[in-house]
């Protein structure tokens, strides 16, 4: 896959981690960050025993990156999506409500490792 794509969370912690899976396919794509997923990053860091070496690392990295942000338009796409999961019966935590509706307004590939995001209709997803 090549092109513009939205990270998940857990791809760029593996990112950090210095997984070669990832490392190999990011350097393929050009990929941009939900806001979301930079406030569960400083969220993790904070609560981290190693805060201080974490939130470097995301101030090292995340500075030269694209930041997607929440906007009216997300806002529509987060309503659609949670009210079609709640029909479906089928809840996910509302920060990848958050994420989804953010996929979904670019039209971008979500690059994922969790299972739950297959329940939203639409959502372009690749697992790494």
């Known amino acids: 896959m090549a092109g513009d794509v939205l ?9 950090f ?3 070669a899976g990832v490392l190999a396919r990011i ?9 979301i ?6 969220a993790g860091a904070q609560k981290s025993v190693r805060a201080a070496e974490n939130l470097a690392r995301i101030n090292a990295a995340i500075p030269n990156s694209i930041i997607l942000n929440c ?18 019966g089928r809840p996910i935590p509302e920060n990848d409500i958050w994420i989804a ?3 979904q ?6 690059i994922t490792r969790d299972e739950h995001f297959a329940a939203v209709d639409s959502l372009l ?4």
């Open 27 to 35: 350097v393929q794509v050009n990929f941009l960050i939900p806001s």
């Open 105 to 110: 307004q670019y039209g971008l590939f979500l």
């Open 37 to 42: 997923v930079l406030g569960e990053l400083h």
């Open 7 to 15: 990270l998940d969370t857990n791809i760029v912690i593996a990112f």
């Open 101 to 103: 509706a953010i996929a």
């Open 71 to 88: 906007d009216y338009q997300t806002a529509h796409v987060y309503g659609v999506v949670k009210q079609a999961l709640r029909v479906k």
């Open 17 to 19: 981690a210095k997984d």
């Open 125 to 128: 997803i690749e697992k790494w």
